[in-house]
């Protein structure tokens, strides 16, 4: 029997790229932004201190996309990823704009 899983790309900007082992990408197969993030922290410790506050939620000004859709007006850390690019970025530092591609 074969599973169809779907993997989604993080896409990290340069800032953030330290603190991810010098990585621009992350694969990941989780079903939401806030899994994919999770795992992303959780395998590169040196971000959640960037990503995240003291509170659990995602800093103000981390601004994550999928698509071209910014998640705070989708379903937020609940948005399904289902194959998208994820793009994670901080105003200001990554001012180019936002492309997204499907994978199949």
Same mark, same amino acid.
């Given at each position: 029997?074969?599973?169809?899983?779907?993997?989604?790309?993080?896409?990290?900007?340069?800032?953030?790229?330290?603190?991810?082992?010098?990585? !621009?990408?992350?694969?990941?197969? !989780?079903?939401?932004?806030?899994? !994919?993030?999770? $795992?992303?922290?959780?395998?590169?410790?040196?971000?959640?201190?960037?990503?995240?506050?003291?509170?659990?939620?995602?800093? $103000?000004? *981390?601004?994550?996309?999928?698509?071209?859709?910014?998640?705070?007006?989708? $379903?937020?850390?609940?948005?399904?990823?289902?194959?998208? $690019?994820?793009?994670?970025?901080?105003?200001?530092?990554?001012?180019?704009?936002?492309?997204? *591609?499907?994978?199949?």
């Amino acid at each position: 029997m074969t599973t169809n899983v779907s993997t989604t790309t993080i896409l990290i900007p340069t800032a953030f790229r330290a603190y991810a082992g010098g990585h !621009a990408t992350y694969d990941t197969a !989780a079903a939401t932004v806030g899994e !994919a993030l999770a $795992q992303l922290a959780e395998e590169h410790s040196g971000l959640r201190a960037h990503l995240y506050g003291d509170d659990g939620s995602l800093r $103000q000004f *981390v601004n994550i996309y999928l698509g071209e859709e910014d998640i705070r007006y989708l $379903q937020g850390p609940e948005t399904p990823l289902n194959g998208w $690019q994820l793009r994670d970025d901080r105003s200001g530092y990554e001012p180019a704009p936002i492309h997204s *591609v499907r994978h199949p």
